[in-house]
């Protein structure tokens, strides 16, 4: 058994928190917010004094937040992780936030000793609660080795993608795929129905096909092909339209700092945008669907 500190329990954050408790470890959780910090207790977590307390016992610190604004104001500050975290203290954070700030605080926590680990997630609320996450982590391989048991924790798919922010690197190159695949396949099925050819028999031939992907067959902008995807449920979020818009975000920052040429991730960057400023943020970031069939 390990003592945990677990930094943002929020709809990932608490069900992630809750796998290490079932995992048999002392989870001491902190949020800004009451009713994340009930729901940990109430999962068999135990509430932390404050951050720098439970930063200051523990073996690992967890962290799941926001943005790379909390991860940097966290970890950097003088009443921060990287300050208060024990020698031979293991950091990982899970959060989705840019390459540059993972990297930067990455180097700041090896600067005092301290192994860190950018373990970015997909897989969702769903996968956080059943303990099936994917982690793309990002680290030295000696700190990946010393994460991993944790992440199996919390998650089935655990990959080694390289050094220091390469676990963000590649959550967003995924995700830049994701959207710009979901705005092509929308787009085929709009056009489809404008020719005249039934959304069943497009996907039929497309899933067997060269158009194939997982925005296709997993996760089916329009109702009836697949009936586990949003579109049967009016679009209710599983990946809001807002978060799609975040990682998009993140990927045209990277590929400017890198100098990587990336037109499509920026038109998928403008159209999530325009969905998103039509009162659709909160909405599947399948429903642009209906944005680019013009309902
Ligand atoms: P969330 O907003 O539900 O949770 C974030 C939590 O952090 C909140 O409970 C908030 O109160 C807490 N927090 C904020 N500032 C804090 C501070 N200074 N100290 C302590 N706690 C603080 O967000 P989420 O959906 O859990 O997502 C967390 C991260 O995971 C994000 O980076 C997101 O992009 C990423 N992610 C989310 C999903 C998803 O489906 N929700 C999927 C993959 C990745």
């Known amino acids: 058994m390990s003592t945990i500190a677990f930094i943002g329990l929020g709809n990932m954050g608490g069900p992630m928190a809750a796998n290490l408790v079932k995992a048999g470890h002392r989870v001491l959780g902190a949020d800004v917010t009451e009713a994340a910090m009930e729901r940990h207790v109430a999962a068999g977590g135990q509430r932390a004094a404050s951050l720098v307390a439970a930063v200051a016992e523990a073996d690992v610190v967890v962290t799941m937040l926001p943005s790379g604004r909390e991860v940097n104001a966290l970890y950097l500050g003088e009443a921060g992780i990287i300050a208060h975290a024990r020698a031979g203290a293991l950091l990982i954070d899970s959060s989705t936030i840019d390459v540059d700030t993972a ?75 994701l959207g710009i695949t ?17 959304a069943q028999k497009l996907f039929d031939i497309a899933s067997k096909s060269s158009g194939q992907s997982w925005s296709l067959t997993t996760y089916c902008p329009v109702p009836g092909p697949v009936p586990t995807s949003p579109a049967n449920r009016d679009y209710q979020a599983g990946f809001t339209a807002a978060m799609m818009l975040k990682d998009l975000k993140l990927a045209q920052d990277a590929a400017r700092s890198a100098g990587a040429v990336t037109p499509l991730g920026a038109g998928a960057t403008a159209l999530y945008g325009l969905y998103a400023a039509q009162g659709e943020a909160g909405t599947d970031f399948s429903g642009i669907v209906n944005f680019l069939r013009g309902t």
């Open 182 to 198: 979901m705005i092509a396949t929308s787009e085929a099925f709009v056009l489809a129905e404008k020719l005249g050819l039934d």
């Open 103 to 177: 990297r930067a605080v990455c180097k700041a926590a090896s600067g005092k000793g301290l192994a860190m680990l950018d373990a970015p997630v997909s897989g969702g609320v769903g996968g956080a609660t059943g303990g099936t996450l994917t982690f793309m982590c990002g680290g030295e391989d000696e700190t990946f080795a010393r994460a991993k048991p944790f992440l199996e924790a919390m998650g089935k798919t655990i990959v080694h993608a390289g050094g220091p922010g390469n676990g963000q690197a590649a959550k967003i190159c995924n995700n830049m795929i």
